[in-house]
């Protein structure tokens, strides 16, 4: 069976496809990050916008890639949520569209499910069940996974997103949009013992996160510090610092708590190598192994649509054309596989 993946949820316009006994033939990114750099920040009028500028032209490339005709598809996948609505609009539009002038099924996938299993895409995919860690500029989550669409959310961040605040930090450090690989790179030049930020909600139970706290001790440190090069890069490795050792003591709580001994970590800040090579080192603490998504697959894309489209398609999980775009959906709401 062959799927058409498509993502719009917020600044990437994804497209792939994928073949359940091939694997992946052809995937196109567009990223609008340049578009959206001037304004510091995802400007969800121009995103719509530039999705519809760019989704037709991708889709006909990863088409061509595939050596595939529309008509010789078995369906066809797209973000329905969550996400920004006028984004998310677009992509659910043509897919809905496509599905309707091809004949074939339409398949609304859960942005966060497509995060989850895309390191299902690698030679060295993790069996059920496991904990997932899914860090990304819109959320952060910590999942008890037991199969497809059997999803218990054990903790969630109740202000800012990992990502979010990488950005936000990276802004005050005077980074562009978006600043989180930016201030990976400048906390490589960064010393440790300068800083000390606070490791959020580690000092009771529970697995929620919250990180807005460590964006406001970043412009008071900020504020304080000279402004050379190095306190920069100082704050930026303490800061990163602080955001991995707290992902880290909530994964091994995840772990130790469900006895659980495999870890996805998805979303793009698991392409961060700091936060990488922290979890090498609890895994091997645990005695556990980690999975990741390639790296072009950590931050949004459609490959990951197209396989979570896939799964959902061949269990019969496809959706009528007046199905909406979801702007906010929650993972646990989704029927099992
Ligand atoms: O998953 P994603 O592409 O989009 C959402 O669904 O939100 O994640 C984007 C987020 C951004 O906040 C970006 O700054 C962050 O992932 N990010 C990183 C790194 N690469 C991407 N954060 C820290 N270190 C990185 N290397
Ligand atoms: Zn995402």
Redesign the pocket.
């Known amino acids: 069976m062959r799927i058409l993946g498509i993502e719009t949820?917020?600044d990437?316009t994804g497209v792939a496809v994928y073949d359940d006994a091939q694997g992946l033939l052809s995937h196109e990114l567009y990223s609008q990050v340049k578009l959206h750099a001037d304004y510091g920040g995802v400007v969800p009028e121009l995103a719509s916008r530039d999705h519809v500028r760019k989704i037709i032209p991708l889709i006909q490339k990863a088409l061509t890639d595939a050596n595939t005709k529309g008509s010789e598809l078995d369906g066809i996948a797209f973000t329905q949520g969550p996400g920004l609505v006028g984004a998310l609009l677009v992509g659910s539009s043509v897919g809905r569209a496509l599905s309707y002038a091809w004949n074939i099924p339409a398949v609304g996938v859960h942005?966060m499910e497509g995060?989850l299993l895309a390191p299902m895409l690698e030679a060295n995919a993790p069996a059920f069940p496991f904990i997932a860690l899914l860090v990304?500029?819109?959320?952060s989550m910590l999942v008890n996974v037991q199969g497809i669409g059997q999803y218990e959310v054990l903790g969630e961040s109740i202000d800012d997103?990992a990502?979010?605040a990488?950005?936000k930090t990276a802004k005050l450090l005077g980074l562009d949009y978006?600043?989180?690989?930016l201030?990976?790179k400048l906390a490589e030049r960064g010393e440790g013992g300068h800083y000390k930020f606070p490791r959020p909600m580690t000092d009771r139970p529970g697995l929620d996160f919250s990180f807005s706290g460590l964006k406001t001790f970043a412009a008071n440190t900020i504020r304080d510090a000279d402004d050379s090069e190095q306190s920069k890069a100082n704050i930026a490795f303490a800061f990163q610092e602080a955001v991995v050792d707290t992902l880290i003591i909530k994964c091994r709580r995840a772990l130790k708590q469900t006895g659980l001994k495999r870890l996805v970590i998805a979303?793009?800040?698991s392409?961060?190598?700091y936060l990488r090579a922290a979890v090498a080192s609890l895994m091997s603490d645990m005695k556990g192994e980690v999975f990741y998504p390639g790296l072009a697959f950590?931050?949004?894309n459609g490959a990951m649509i197209a396989y979570a489209g896939m799964q959902r398609l061949k269990a019969g999980h496809t959706c009528d054309l007046s199905a909406a775009a979801k702007p906010r959906w929650s993972l646990e709401t989704l029927p099992a596989v």
Do not use: M
């Open positions: 949820s917020c990437e942005h995060h990304s500029g819109g959320h997103a990502g979010e990488f950005d978006p600043g989180g690989p201030l990976a979303g793009g800040v392409a961060n190598s950590c931050t949004d």
